[in-house]
């Protein structure tokens, strides 16, 4: 059961048995989606081969951790129609809400428990721009990989709409590769433009 269904469950059941009391406040929809001001990034398994490097990571990091506890990104994301480009994603079923519950939640395939904290492990491979893109990842892996290269050049919130795209793979979330024309509106692609958009703002 979701927690927006528990809750209005308990507020059907208060609804039914309470007696007449003052009208109060009805939960937002930012109470019930567990988006608020306590999500944390965990910027403590990074891997980048120079302490330059590291605390760039690690910048970038604290701004996506803003970027998610920021009203005006919360509002937009809320905003977002997902669309699911891999056929058998067991996860398309998911409605937008349940999406957003899902990011939130922050529960990686490999640190159960819905923690409110994202713990990317990121490595960054030593490589110069040459075409070979930005990184690689495997769904099933624990760590994610990006070249150096990106880093260097990179901006802060373009460093944390990566960061964005690649941890929400550990979430379950997962794209095609350039089949399908919406790839871009996949979970990971839309969350990660718009952590990047946010990050822009907030970094302005
Ligand atoms: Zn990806």
């Given at each position: 059961?979701?927690?927006?269904s528990k809750l209005f469950l308990l507020f059907l059941t208060i609804g039914c048995t309470a007696q007449p009391?003052?009208?109060v406040t009805p939960a937002s929809p930012a109470a019930v989606t567990r988006t608020g001001t306590g999500f944390k990034v965990d910027a403590s398994h990074i891997e980048a081969i120079t302490p330059g490097r590291t605390q760039k990571i690690q910048a970038a990091l604290q701004l996506f951790e803003r970027v998610m506890n920021d009203s005006l990104f919360q509002a937009d994301l809320r905003r977002v129609k997902f669309y699911f480009d891999v056929p058998n994603d067991p996860l398309r079923k998911l409605s937008d809400q349940q999406v957003v519950?899902?990011?939130?939640?922050?529960?990686?395939?490999?640190?159960?428990?819905?923690d409110s904290t994202a713990s990317p492990h990121w490595i960054i491979?030593?490589?110069?721009?040459?075409?070979?893109?930005?990184g690689y990842a495997d769904q099933d892996e624990v760590e994610f990989y990006t070249f150096s290269w990106v880093i260097d050049e990179g901006d802060l919130a373009g460093i944390a709409g990566i960061a964005a795209h690649e941890w929400s793979h550990k979430l379950g979330f997962q794209h095609g590769f350039g089949e399908d024309p919406r790839e871009r509106e996949s979970v990971t692609y839309a969350f990660g433009d718009l952590v990047k958009k946010h990050a822009k703002r907030l970094q302005d």
């Open positions: 059961m979701t927690m927006l009391r003052p009208v519950d899902r990011l939130y939640a922050a529960e990686e395939f490999y640190q159960k428990g819905k491979k030593q490589r110069s721009k040459s075409g070979y893109g930005i």
